[in-house]
C-alpha cells in the first residue's frame, strides 16, 4: 500500500509561483512514473505533467509548458511540482499520483492507481 501526502498549495496572486511536494510512505514509488493532475470545480480532473521513474523525462500539458516544472528527488520518496507565473484558471486542486512500474508517463488518470488526497490551489486576480 502507497499513501501519498501532498502539500504546498494555498492561496496567492496572479503572477505569483507555487512549490507542491507530494510525498509517498508505505512503499517506494522510485520506480514508478509519477504524475501531477488538478481539479477545478465544475471541471473533470486533468492531466498537469509527469516525469519518468529515473526523472529523466518529463510531460507537461501543453497549455502549462514554460510554466511549471516538475521533478523527483527519489532518495527522498517525493514528487515536486514548481509553479510560476500562476493565474486565476490555474485554481484548483491538485493531485498527485502514481503510475506504471518502470513505465512512461500517460496523461490518462485511469492508469494511475494510488492517489493522494489533493492540495489547494488558488489564486487570486
Known amino acids: 500500500q502507497v499513501q501519498l501526502v501532498e502539500s504546498g498549495g494555498g492561496l496567492v496572486q496572479a503572477g505569483g509561483s507555487l512549490r507542491l511536494s507530494c510525498t509517498a510512505s508505505g512503499r517506494t514509488v522510485s520506480t514508478y512514473a509519477m504524475g501531477w493532475f488538478r481539479q477545478a470545480p465544475g471541471k473533470e480532473r486533468e492531466f498537469v505533467s509527469g516525469i519518468s521513474w529515473r526523472g529523466d523525462s518529463t510531460y507537461y500539458a501543453d497549455s502549462l509548458k514554460g510554466r511549471f516544472t516538475i521533478s523527483r528527488d527519489n532518495t527522498k520518496n517525493t514528487l515536486y511540482l514548481q509553479m510560476n507565473s500562476l493565474k486565476p484558471e490555474d485554481t484548483a486542486v491538485y493531485y498527485c499520483?502514481?503510475?506504471?512500474?518502470?513505465?512512461?508517463?500517460?496523461?490518462?488518470?485511469?492508469?494511475?492507481?494510488?492517489w493522494g488526497q489533493g492540495t489547494h490551489v488558488t489564486v487570486s486576480s
Open positions: 499520483a502514481r503510475g506504471s512500474f518502470l513505465g512512461t508517463v500517460v496523461d490518462n488518470p485511469s492508469q494511475y492507481n494510488y
